[in-house]
Every structure is written in C-alpha cells, then in structure tokens.
C-alpha cells in the first residue's frame, strides 16, 4: 500500500511540477512578447534582449504563484481511476453509492477544498519548523530571507504526499479498491 501511495505521489508531483512550470513559462513569455510589441517593437539590441530577459525573469516567479494554484487543481482530477500498483483510488458520489467513472473538475471542488485545506496546515507546520530552524542555527536577524517561491513549492510538494495520505483516510467520498 505505500508503494501505492508513493507512485500516486509521484505521478501527482510530476503533473504539477509540469504544468504549474509550462503554464508560468508560457504566460510569462507572452506577457513579455506583449510588452515589447505595446513600446513600438524597438530594434533588438544587446541591451534590449537584457530588458526583455529581465522582464521575463521578473515576471516567471508572479505569475508561477497563480499556476501553481490552477496545477494543483487540475492534478487532483488525474489520482483518480488510474491503477498504480494494483489500486486505485475512487471517487463516490454524494450519497456514497455509486462510483464516478469519469471524474470532472465539478466534482472535485468539495474534495479540493478538503484537500487544499490540508495542504495549507502542512506548509504552515514546514514554515513553521524551517523558521524554527533558521533561528536556531542561524544568527541572522531577517529570519524569512530564506523564503521564496521556490521553498514553498518544495513544502507544497512535501505536504502533498502528507495530504493525499490524510484525504484517502479521512473523505467518505474517496476509496482504495484492489484492481
């Protein structure tokens, strides 16, 4: 069974980890691309792809904070009825009866506020000990210089194999089933 569950948590780190990346990418480009077509397209310089690099590197972090909130409710739609070491996990309906065979992004949002909860209370107990952390064996007097958006994407991905694990046990509307 934790062999299911690490393979679910892997599969799920690799569809947020790609999608949260592409989607930041992509808009991040394009919203460069748009900036430089709205300031008259000036003459591609040395010191002009500089600008374009550094808007670009500016904007990624921004705009990966919004994808990986789109990610990770898109990720949850996809642990679902696919087997994974001989189990898989089901979505029940409301009245616990009859299982979901093709889980939509409606039926999901009770479960994603469950879960996202979750993952909340997790990242704030990592920041919590990683501050602890820092303050001990660290003698610096800014004591979050440390964090950005990169850690609190390596604490998401932690709590979520946290969380997957909490969910399954605790929601009535989810169930392993042998395959």
Do not use: H
């Not at 994974?84 to 309906?93: H, I, M």
């Amino acid at each position: 069974m934790s062999k299911f569950y690490l393979l679910l948590w892997t599969r799920w780190v690799l569809r947020v980890t790609l999608c949260s990346l592409f989607l930041a990418t992509t808009m991040a480009f394009i919203t460069t691309i748009t900036l430089y077509i709205n300031k008259g397209s000036p003459e591609v310089t040395q010191s002009v792809l500089e600008a374009l690099y550094d808007i670009n590197n500016f904007l990624f972090p921004i705009i990966w904070s919004f994808t990986i909130l789109i990610a990770l409710f898109r990720s949850l739609k996809y642990i679902f009825n696919s087997p994974l070491n001989s189990y898989k996990l089901e979505l029940l309906t409301c009245k616990r009866d009859e299982i979901i065979e093709f889980v939509g992004y409606g039926d999901l949002v009770k479960i994603w506020r469950k879960w996202f909860m979750l993952m909340i209370w997790f990242v704030a107990i990592e920041m919590t000990l990683t501050t602890a952390f820092v303050y001990i064996f660290n003698s610096e007097i800014n004591l979050f210089s440390w964090f950005n958006i990169y850690f609190l994407f390596i604490f998401i991905l932690i709590s979520g194999y946290l969380s997957i694990l909490l969910l399954v046990n605790r929601c009535k509307r989810i169930r392993i089933v042998k395959c």
